[in-house]
């Protein structure tokens, strides 16, 4: 159907006059279609990348506008899929021929047949993501938009143009986009879609792990992650790739005592998070803070429910998650361990009324991640009681506070005992040995005890006693 309504202007620029010159000269059909349409008419801010279709060969397009373009730009061929790529110092084009798509059940790779616009019309994610506008220069700007994705937007809804088992079926990676998409744009899922989604979760199986992340991170950068992983929950869908995460809800009672819903207290603290910062990896610290709870937990008469032990236990399952879901094994998943495993530590700090050593060692620990750390455990707060509330803020204030008087007077970030193993091998005329590590643990821990102060003097002059009371002879 040829929506009557012309839009020149959402295709403003010289790569557009090219493509279209291109596509008259081959006389090829063309048009922009998917992301690039939908976001026009979202206002959400040109997109870089830019589908184009060729009803014919995408590949001739491509390297017809590649011999327009007055720079020397180079298309990259992929011949197996039938696609090519011309980037420009702006912009990413994405040339493809229109298809008639099947896909096999069990597999993504699709049986490939040429088709006419609305065949690749038919065979796209969303009704709002198949809308295309021409190129041709008879048809410039022209929408064409057969399902009324133009409608879906003004009424925020996520659809499939075709009944949404096959849509998914086909693809279904689009279950987690149909959430990712709502998250993003603030749109609800239509009902039989979801309740499509609920029937298939199970078919994530087929699903690259690499291609579910990607769509996790960019639901865990919306504005309020917790629309899109509570989706997820609904659907079945999180527990297919993250059961770790659908393990810590439901709240259990023993004899009257209770505990708290522990997922959606994960997903508040992971809200919490995101209106303080975009680092991806601090929000993934705040979705896992507490996994390790869901094994740890136990009951017992005198104490109620405790979770011992579960920021340690957390932080190897981080490990394990990751290396499941084929996330970097790198420093990241470090940061993210690292967190988990001292997600309680601010606060024991607070339980000992913040004593210069509790917070030195804090800060010792936690390194140059102290303002993260410092970060998770704000967002950790999420009692309703306005009262607690406020005096959980201040108690870390003060922890806070504390924090830079420590530093600007000890320097304990990132700190190296100031003697060295050599040092003290050469004070006791020592070889390798077990004597030198006890001395400096020794020395390190009166530093954060401020036993002595973080200076080679009294270090050096510690030293020489500590290897004395290990039977020791200073020889200098
Ligand atoms: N598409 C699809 N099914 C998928 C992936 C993509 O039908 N599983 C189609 C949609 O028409 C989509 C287009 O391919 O608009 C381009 O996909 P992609 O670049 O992944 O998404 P965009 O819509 O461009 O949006 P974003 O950049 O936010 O991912």
Same mark, same amino acid.
């Given at each position: 159907?040829?929506?009557?309504?012309?839009?020149?202007?959402?295709?403003?620029?010289?790569?557009?006059?090219?493509?279209?010159?291109?596509?008259?000269?081959?006389?090829?059909?063309?048009?922009?279609?998917?992301?690039?349409?939908?976001?026009?008419?979202?206002?959400?801010?040109?997109?870089?990348?830019?589908?184009?279709?060729?009803?014919?060969?995408?590949?001739?397009?491509?390297?017809?506008?590649?011999?327009?373009?007055?720079?020397?730009?180079?298309?990259?061929?992929?011949?197996?899929?039938?696609?090519?790529?011309?980037?420009?110092?702006?912009?990413?084009?994405?040339?493809?021929?229109?298809?008639?798509?099947?896909?096999?059940?069990?597999?993504?790779?699709?049986?490939?047949?040429?088709?006419?616009?609305?065949?690749?019309?038919?065979?796209?994610?969303?009704?709002?993501?198949?809308?295309?506008?021409?190129?041709?220069?008879?048809?410039?700007?022209?929408?064409?938009?057969?399902?009324?994705?133009?409608?879906?937007?003004?009424?925020?809804?996520?659809?499939?143009?075709?009944?949404?088992?096959?849509?998914?079926?086909?693809?279904?990676?689009?279950?987690?986009?149909?959430?990712?998409?709502?998250?993003?744009?603030?749109?609800?899922?239509?009902?039989?879609?979801?309740?499509?989604?609920?029937?298939?979760?199970?078919?994530?199986?087929?699903?690259?792990?690499?291609?579910?992340?990607?769509?996790?991170?960019?639901?865990?950068?919306?504005?309020?992650?917790?629309?899109?992983?509570?989706?997820?929950?609904?659907?079945?869908?999180?527990?297919?790739?993250?059961?770790?995460?659908?393990?810590?809800?439901?709240?259990?009672?023993?004899?009257?005592?209770?505990?708290?819903?522990?997922?959606?207290?994960?997903?508040?603290?992971?809200?919490?998070?995101?209106?303080?910062?975009?680092?991806?990896?601090?929000?993934?610290?705040?979705?896992?803070?507490?996994?390790?709870?869901?094994?740890?937990?136990?009951?017992?008469?005198?104490?109620?429910?405790?979770?011992?032990?579960?920021?340690?236990?957390?932080?190897?399952?981080?490990?394990?998650?990751?290396? /499941?879901? =084929?996330?970097?094994? !790198?420093?990241?998943? &470090?940061?993210?361990? +690292?967190? $988990?495993?001292?997600?309680? *530590?601010?606060?024991?700090?607070?339980?000992?009324?913040?004593?210069?050593?509790?917070?030195?060692?804090?800060?010792?620990?936690?390194?140059?991640?102290?303002?993260?750390?410092?970060?998770?455990?704000?967002?950790?707060?999420?009692?309703?009681?306005?009262? /607690?509330? =406020?005096?959980?803020? !201040?108690?870390?204030? &003060?922890?806070?506070? +504390?924090? $830079?008087?420590?530093?600007? *007077?000890?320097?304990?970030?990132?700190?190296?005992?100031?003697?060295?193993?050599?040092?003290?091998?050469?004070?006791?005329?020592?070889?390798?040995?077990?004597?030198?590590?006890?001395?400096?643990?020794?020395?390190?821990?009166?530093?954060?005890?401020?036993?002595?102060?973080?200076?080679?003097?009294?270090?050096?002059?510690?030293?020489?006693? +500590?290897?004395?009371?290990?039977?020791?002879?200073?020889?200098?």
């Amino acid at each position: 159907m040829l929506d009557k309504k012309h839009y020149p202007e959402a295709l403003e620029g010289a790569v557009f006059s090219i493509l279209s010159t291109a596509a008259d000269e081959l006389d090829l059909p063309a048009y922009v279609i998917g992301g690039y349409v939908r976001d026009y008419f979202l206002k959400r801010g040109q997109k870089k990348d830019i589908d184009v279709l060729a009803v014919g060969s995408g590949i001739s397009l491509a390297r017809k506008v590649e011999e327009l373009l007055p720079h020397s730009t180079k298309v990259s061929v992929f011949k197996n899929f039938g696609t090519a790529m011309i980037k420009t110092d702006e912009l990413e084009l994405e040339f493809v021929g229109a298809r008639k798509e099947s896909y096999n059940r069990d597999s993504r790779k699709p049986i490939v047949e040429d088709g006419s616009l609305e065949d690749d019309q038919n065979r796209r994610d969303f009704t709002i993501n198949a809308m295309a506008f021409s190129l041709n220069k008879s048809s410039f700007g022209a929408l064409l938009d057969p399902f009324n994705g133009m409608q879906d937007l003004q009424d925020k809804i996520i659809r499939t143009p075709l009944d949404p088992d096959i849509t998914y079926s086909d693809d279904p990676l689009r279950m987690l986009r149909a959430i990712r998409f709502a998250s993003q744009l603030n749109f609800r899922i239509e009902q039989k879609s979801f309740q499509s989604i609920q029937r298939n979760a199970h078919r994530l199986k087929i699903i690259s792990n690499e291609r579910i992340v990607t769509e996790v991170h960019k639901i865990m950068m919306c504005d309020q992650p917790s629309f899109g992983f509570q989706l997820l929950e609904k659907s079945g869908l999180l527990k297919q790739f993250m059961p770790e995460l659908t393990a810590l809800k439901g709240i259990e009672e023993i004899e009257g005592q209770t505990h708290k819903d522990n997922f959606y207290h994960t997903l508040e603290v992971v809200d919490n998070i995101s209106k303080n910062t975009n680092d991806l990896w601090l929000r993934w610290a705040a979705l896992l803070h507490d996994i390790g709870k869901a094994p740890t937990k136990r009951f017992s008469k005198k104490v109620g429910w405790t979770f011992h032990g579960h920021e340690f236990k957390g932080s190897k399952m981080v490990y394990h998650l990751f290396k /499941r879901l =084929k996330m970097p094994l !790198n420093d990241k998943m &470090k940061f993210v361990q +690292k967190m $988990v495993r001292m997600s309680s *530590r601010p606060i024991a700090v607070i339980d000992e009324t913040a004593t210069d050593s509790a917070v030195r060692r804090l800060v010792h620990d936690a390194g140059d991640h102290i303002e993260d750390l410092m970060t998770l455990c704000e967002a950790d707060i999420t009692t309703k009681n306005p009262r /607690r509330f =406020k005096k959980y803020h !201040n108690n870390f204030q &003060k922890v806070r506070d +504390k924090i $830079v008087e420590v530093e600007e *007077r000890d320097h304990i970030r990132n700190f190296q005992p100031p003697v060295s193993g050599e040092e003290i091998m050469k004070a006791f005329d020592l070889q390798p040995c077990r004597e030198i590590g006890m001395i400096k643990t020794a020395i390190k821990n009166s530093i954060l005890d401020g036993i002595i102060p973080n200076e080679h003097t009294a270090a050096y002059q510690f030293m020489i006693e +500590k290897g004395k009371s290990l039977g020791l002879t200073p020889v200098i």
